[in-house]
């Protein structure tokens, strides 16, 4: 006698379909939904650098003059200058509570590049380091360890106003001078 093994075959066919009906039915009706939600706050480091204890976050100029220069003269009054002077000018750049590091430079016009000028530059010292030049620039730079510790760069200036036999007048009360001594440019960008 034959055992006709249909129910199982068909049992079988069924389970398969089920099986195909479920995962076409599983991938074809599942959706996927994300949703991200968050605030996002970053700081923004400061950037607050003095210099001769005056804010340069915008372009500022400060008048050097007479009074604004230690002059070393045995043969001119205490608080007077003449030619043949030398002096200093000290330049303090304080970083404050700026919070990143920075590159730095100083360009001077004095006599050598301006005729008009009266003074004439001999060298820039700092007392944190050597300063780089390339022709009349001076390049410096701070780091965010000597910022964070609140260090403030002292830049010395030697200057000295060349005798050239011209008699030159300048009124220190006027508020306007009729000649210029220096002239010098700071500019300031956070290093990369």
Not at 110 to 123: F, G, M, R, S, W
Not at 141 to 168: A, C
């Given at each position: 006698m034959k055992t006709v093994k249909k129910p199982k075959t068909i049992a079988l066919i069924i389970v398969i379909l089920i099986c195909l009906l479920y995962l076409k039915g599983n991938s074809t009706y599942t959706s996927y939904e994300s949703e991200v939600t968050g605030n996002v706050e970053s700081d923004i480091a400061d950037w607050?650098?003095?210099v001769n204890d005056t804010l340069i976050t915008t372009e500022t100029e400060q008048v050097i003059n007479i009074d604004s220069i230690s002059w070393?003269?045995?043969h001119t009054r205490d608080g007077k200058a003449s030619p043949g002077a030398s002096g200093t000018i000290e330049i303090t750049i304080d970083p404050t509570s700026t919070g990143v590091a920075f590159d730095y430079e100083l360009t001077v016009i004095?006599?050598?590049?301006?005729?008009?000028?009266?003074?004439?530059?001999?060298?820039i010292d700092s007392d944190v380091g050597k300063l780089d030049k390339i022709d009349n620039t001076y390049h410096g730079?701070?780091?965010?360890?000597?910022?964070?510790?609140?260090?403030?760069?002292?830049?010395?200036?030697?200057?000295?106003?060349?005798?050239?036999?011209?008699?030159?007048v300048v009124i220190p009360e006027e508020e306007t001078?009729?000649?210029d001594f220096i002239e010098m440019s700071f500019k300031v960008v956070q290093k990369k």
């Open positions: 607050k650098i003095k070393e003269s045995n004095d006599q050598t590049v301006d005729p008009t000028k009266i003074l004439v530059v001999n060298e730079s701070m780091s965010l360890n000597d910022i964070k510790s609140g260090k403030k760069e002292k830049l010395t200036m030697y200057v000295k106003w060349e005798e050239h036999g011209q008699d030159t001078q009729t000649t």
